[in-house]
């Protein structure tokens, strides 16, 4: 079991992409991101992009770390929410940098949630044909699930990522604590993801959290530390198999087909992402082509799983990890027209 205090850490490459990024998962680490960030960089400025309430919250410390160790530190604040990833928004951005003087050698750092990383990330791998970036995840989806897999976006009126890149970070710190102020609603909305990699690529996650379900839906840091380092390390060994989602990858894609159309449905103003994703797995699971997935005993969705906004208690039976059976996968949505996120 976790022990408060303990420091998870790890390397994700990536062959394609020619990168390296290096995850540290440590409570209380926002205070120590300058350490980090100065291991990865010789960065001499940094633009430290935030999502405003986030930032509010969590900018003072890290750039009070970030100027210890050395940078010259710009602080850049985005509007809060999915509007941040108009495209207008990536144009201030680079019209700051270029203000700021942020050279081919500096840093990005994105503090916030899936939504600060995507555009940031974005900016990071447009500015001056790509510079560094490091992701400081601040929800839970982004600190189990988008802060690695280098995927990065912004929106355009025709659709929702439309315009993006693969552009690793080096570096993701992930600081549970900053959990502690995420509102419920969102931090059980992460907690689909962490549901989702259980039940697509790590049976013996999904095994832990019915057995941690309690803590886990209660919102205990440590037990939170734990679902968040045991959900990207699977998924980190997916991504070094399968950078661009042609293959064991679209399997973190399982709910996401029926997930995304619900989000869709409602103009990205209805559920949360993980909300919806919640109800595409459930719905998926119940499909007659999973049932009959081979050589796997059914079991139900655990207590812990999210509560969607429409849903009662789980009551579909599912199988465990791995279904391997061309219809199954197909049905589950881990095909790549699943559309992933
Ligand atoms: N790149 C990927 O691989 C990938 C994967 C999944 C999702 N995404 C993208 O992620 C985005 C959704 O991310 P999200 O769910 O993190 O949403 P988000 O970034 O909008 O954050 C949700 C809300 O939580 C607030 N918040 C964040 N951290 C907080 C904290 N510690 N305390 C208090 N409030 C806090 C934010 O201000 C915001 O209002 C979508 O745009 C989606 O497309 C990307
Ligand atoms: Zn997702």
Redesign the pocket.
């Known amino acids: 079991m976790y022990s408060p205090g303990v420091t998870d850490e790890f390397t994700i490459r990536t062959r394609r992409a020619a990168r390296e990024s290096r995850i540290r998962i440590e409570p209380g680490g926002l205070a120590r991101a300058g350490e980090f960030a100065r291991r990865l960089s010789g960065a001499r400025r940094v633009a430290v992009v935030g ?1 405003a ?2 930032a509010r ?1 969590y900018a003072p410390t890290l750039l009070r770390s970030l100027s210890r160790a050395g940078f010259e530190c710009e602080r850049i604040d985005v509007p ?3 509007r941040a ?1 108009q495209p207008a928004h990536l144009v201030r951005l680079w019209s700051r940098f270029a203000a700021a003087g942020l050279g081919r050698a500096d840093l990005v750092v994105a503090v ?7 555009l940031a990330g974005f900016a990071a791998a447009t500015w001056m044909r790509g510079v560094d970036w490091i992701g400081v995840p ?2 839970l ?2 600190q189990v ?2 802060s690695i ?1 280098g ?2 976006a912004i929106d355009l009126p025709a659709g ?2 439309l315009a993006g890149a693969y552009h690793p970070p080096v570096g993701v710190l992930v600081d549970p604590e ?2 502690r ?3 419920d609603r ?1 931090r059980r ?1 992460g907690l689909a993801e962490v549901v989702k990699t259980g039940m697509a690529v790590d049976a013996a996650l999904f095994a832990w959290l019915e057995r941690e379900a309690g803590s886990v839906a209660a919102g205990e840091t440590g037990a939170l530390a734990v679902a968040i380092a045991r959900s990207l390390k699977a998924k980190a060994r997916i991504v070094q198999r399968d950078e661009r989602d042609s293959g064991p990858r679209t399997a973190l894609n399982f709910g996401h087909t029926l997930g995304h159309a619900l989000e869709a449905a409602r103009s990205y103003r209805g559920p ?2 993980g909300e919806a994703v919640a109800v595409g797995m459930r719905t998926a699971a119940a499909l007659p082509e999973c049932a009959r997935a081979p050589g796997r005993a059914p079991r139900p969705l655990p207590a812990a799983a999210p509560h969607a906004p429409h849903a009662r208690r789980p009551t579909l039976r599912v199988h465990g990890a791995r279904q391997e059976s061309g219809r199954a996968r197909r049905a589950l949505g881990v095909d790549p027209s699943g559309g992933p ?1």
């Open positions: 999502d309430a986030v919250r809060q929410g999915e990833k916030g949630g899936g939504v600060t990383g995507d601040t929800t989806l982004a699930d988008s897999g995927k990065t929702k990522n900053t959990l102020t995420l509102p969102q909305a949360l992402h996120c």
